[in-house]
């Protein structure tokens, strides 16, 4: 297995979404059986240039950028995790209802998604 990309992830964020992948394999997870549903604030660190709200600040290209650097890590990191998840269970796994979830997660994640993992 090829070593998974991850950035700035705490053990604690991975255990708390990989309790979440466990209990969609296994089809007792609370959002909806074998589907998880993953928020993005749980896959990256805090930046308060992200998470400003002014309005002026909003339109600015800083805050835009930031924005995306959070997305992209919150992909990668949930793109490992489920690397990882893969590579321990033997299951089928779809975000979003795509089968070709990885490149969708490789351009960030912007609020949550969907991942749904059924035993094989």
């Known amino acids: 297995m090829k070593t998974p990309v991850m950035v700035d992830l705490t053990i604690r964020q991975a255990v708390h ?3 979440e992948l ?3 394999y296994r089809g007792i997870n609370g959002y909806g059986g074998h589907t998880a549903e993953i928020y993005a604030y749980r896959l990256q ?7 400003a709200t002014s309005t002026s600040f909003t339109e600015t290209q ?5 924005v995306h650097e959070q997305a992209v890590h919150a992909g990668l990191n949930l793109i490992g995790l489920i690397e990882i998840f893969m590579d321990t269970y033997d299951c ?3 975000v979003d209802d795509h089968g070709a979830w990885k490149g969708a997660l490789l351009t960030g994640l912007y609020h949550r998604c969907h991942v749904k993992i059924v035993p094989k």
């Not at 800083?62 to 930031?66: I, N, R, S, T, V």
Request: glycine fraction near 0%; hydrophobic fraction near 40%; charge should be negative.
């Open 62 to 66: 800083m805050h835009k950028q930031a």
């Open 17 to 19: 979404v990989w309790s």
């Open 45 to 51: 660190q805090r930046d308060p240039t992200a998470e």
């Open 92 to 94: 089928v796994v779809t």
């Open 22 to 24: 466990q209990d969609a």
